[in-house]
């Protein structure tokens, strides 16, 4: 039984160990986007990205998380959509508050976690990049 023990313990660093700096950042930031994304989020949109009914449209299957409106999404979450939204062809009129005690760090984490779980991303969004879309948010 020791010995099985000690092999998968190797078996796991060694997976560990393939990991690039760069995987092992976006794992983080997938993990802390989550836990934010459970204290802000998941109360309209649900644990599974479904949303609600008529209400909160969803996040899973959602054709609003695309690339093209990554910084429509960053700006939203900040400072809220107050006009209606249309999501995989349905309106959707309740307003989203938005939560502008988000720091930059928490809404590249936030997004991060969101493209990568609902959006077909595997990379991280950067401080960075977040920083450039709130500069230009309306």
């Given at each position: 039984?020791?010995?099985?023990?000690?092999?998968l313990?190797?078996?796991?660093?060694?997976?560990?160990?393939?990991?690039?700096?760069?995987?092992?950042?976006?794992?983080?930031?997938?993990?802390?986007?989550?836990?934010?994304y459970?204290?802000?989020?998941?109360?309209?949109?649900q644990a599974?990205?479904?949303?609600?009914a008529?209400?909160?449209?969803p996040?899973a299957?959602?054709?609003f998380?695309t690339a093209?409106?990554?910084a429509?999404?960053?700006?939203?979450m900040?400072?809220?959509?107050?006009h209606?939204?249309?999501?995989?062809?349905?309106?959707?009129?309740?307003?989203?508050?938005?939560?502008t005690?988000l720091?930059?760090?928490?809404?590249?984490?936030l997004t991060?976690?969101?493209?990568?779980?609902?959006?077909n991303?595997?990379k991280?969004?950067d401080?960075?990049?977040?920083?450039?879309?709130?500069?230009?948010?309306?």
């Open positions: 039984m020791k010995t099985f023990v000690y092999l313990f190797l078996a796991l660093l060694g997976l560990t160990a393939c990991q690039s700096e760069e995987e092992i950042k976006r794992q983080q930031y997938v993990a802390e986007g989550f836990d934010l459970k204290k802000s989020c998941m109360n309209c949109h599974q990205g479904e949303g609600m008529n209400l909160y449209p996040l299957g959602s054709d998380l093209s409106n990554k429509l999404v960053i700006c939203g900040r400072n809220g959509f107050q209606p939204l249309r999501v995989n062809g349905k309106l959707y009129r309740q307003p989203m508050p938005g939560n005690a720091k930059a760090l928490d809404l590249a984490v991060t976690f969101l493209y990568n779980e609902w959006g991303e595997k991280i969004t401080v960075t990049e977040v920083e450039k879309a709130l500069a230009k948010c309306p």
